[in-house]
């Protein structure tokens, strides 16, 4: 089959099945199976298919009709310019939690310092901002054997093994070290909302990543706390939050005795990450 002809009747498939991004998704697909870029996808759109790429193909689309994410699909998603290894034990990175790198990377550049990712998942935070801090070590720690085990080959991809460690953890029970920088991405959705999220979302996701506990904030409060234990004495909490959050989270942060250093906002002008400062004994 034609290129072209292949990749127009796939999009028609996907938007029959009302995904929004039907015609991006056929060709992220099919250049990911062939192994070349989208650009080259349409430049060379007389191509022929071969049936095994077709039958590859085919199979793909099917998974994506039943709303799985196209980079659990492809094995992979793009975040601060590199590709991480995703499947279902870790969330699909976010372009939203870029904007935690930006700020972190830019106050610590050049700096040497040692920081704590909470809830790794796929290292993507930690493992994007010592691609940046080139004299930083860091931890990663998560609940779930399988994430750590997907940050530890997205570590060992970006040849950052030697300055990064992932552990398997229950954050109740991690004591060890203390670090002048702690982030996290917390699961910060109430549990009653869970239900309205996507299909992409609740049927393929880690929903122990997503659910926040009643009012969203039950892993919030449980990463200020151990935070105020581990951070130095004026070492940084950089936290992301969801929606609507950001005055009772200011206000827990107060009462742990931590001062705001600044918020960051999302392209929606929604605060989505709060950067604050331990002060106080360590």
């Known amino acids: 089959m034609i290129l072209e002809n292949t990749i127009n009747k796939a999009s028609k498939i996907l938007k029959q099945h009302n995904i929004a991004s039907h015609a991006l998704d056929a060709e992220i697909i099919l250049s990911d199976i062939i192994g070349v870029s989208r650009e080259f996808l349409l430049v060379n759109n007389n191509l022929n298919i071969s049936t095994k790429v077709m039958k590859k193909y085919n199979s793909a689309i099917r998974r994506r009709i039943s709303k799985e ?10 975040f601060w310019s590199q590709n991480f290894v995703v499947n279902n034990s870790t969330l699909v990175p976010r372009p939203e ?8 990377t830019n106050l610590f550049r050049s700096k040497k310092i040692n920081i704590l990712d909470i809830g790794t998942g796929s290292g993507c935070i930690l493992l994007s901002i010592l691609k940046e801090l080139n004299l930083s070590r860091g931890i990663g720690i998560d609940i779930s054997a399988k994430a750590i085990q997907t940050a530890k080959l997205n570590s060992k991809n970006l040849h950052l093994s030697h300055r990064s460690e992932f552990k398997v ?6 004591n060890k070290g203390k670090y002048d920088l702690i982030v996290s991405n917390p699961p910060y959705i109430p549990s009653k909302d869970i239900k309205k999220l996507s299909k ?3 049927n393929h996701e880690p929903l122990i990543a997503l659910n926040g506990g009643k009012d969203g904030l039950d ?18 909490l950089a936290i992301e939050i969801g929606h609507q959050q950001y005055k009772k989270v200011s206000d827990i ?4 005795k931590f001062t705001e250093f600044s918020k960051e906002y999302d392209y929606k002008h929604n605060v989505r990450c709060i950067i604050s400062t331990k002060v106080g004994n360590s």
């Open 219 to 236: 892993l919030i409060k449980k990463v200020i706390y151990k935070s105020n234990v581990l951070l130095k004495t004026n070492g940084m």
């Open 200 to 202: 992409d979302i609740t």
């Open 169 to 174: 953890f229950d954050l109740n029970k991690f």
């Open 253 to 256: 942060l107060k009462e742990c």
């Open 97 to 104: 939690t870029e904007i935690l790198i930006y700020k972190i």
């Open 69 to 78: 994410p196209v980079a659990y699909i492809i094995g992979k998603k793009e």
